[in-house]
Nanobody, 123 residues
């Protein structure tokens, strides 16, 4: 079993930055694919971006060029650096892990999920 805990959320003004962390425990995540998703009130959970076991990344068009995903396998942690934040980025952000090692936008392929951290961007 893998436990995932997100941290780093908070309130930030538009144009600001935040760094989210996803700390894993229970197993090493070096062979797992990892993803970030977000869910705004009244909306479906959507893919933000992901990182494969080899470190390749992909992003949703809405965040491309503003968000960066990285992983530190030595710390068993994944990160989401968010810059140029917009009010429409306001959501609960979740990290997830899959045993396939891929960075898929298909949330059904993820085996483990964190509880989420709130990000609020004020205008």
């Amino acid at each position: 079993q893998v436990q995932l805990v997100e941290s780093g959320g908070g309130l930030v003004q538009a144009g600001g930055s935040l760094r989210l962390s996803c700390a894993a425990s229970g197993r090493t995540i070096s062979t797992y694919g990892m993803g970030w998703f977000r869910q705004a009130p009244g909306k479906d959970r959507e893919f933000v971006g992901g990182i494969t076991r080899s470190g390749m990344t992909n992003y949703a068009d809405s965040v491309k060029g503003r968000f960066t995903i990285s992983r530190d396998n030595a710390k068993n942690t994944m990160y989401l650096d968010m810059n140029s934040l917009k009010p429409e980025d306001t959501a609960v952000y979740y990290c997830a892990a899959n045993v396939l090692g891929i960075a898929t936008m298909n949330r059904n392929l993820y085996d483990y999920w964190g509880q989420g951290t709130q990000v609020t961007v004020s205008s």
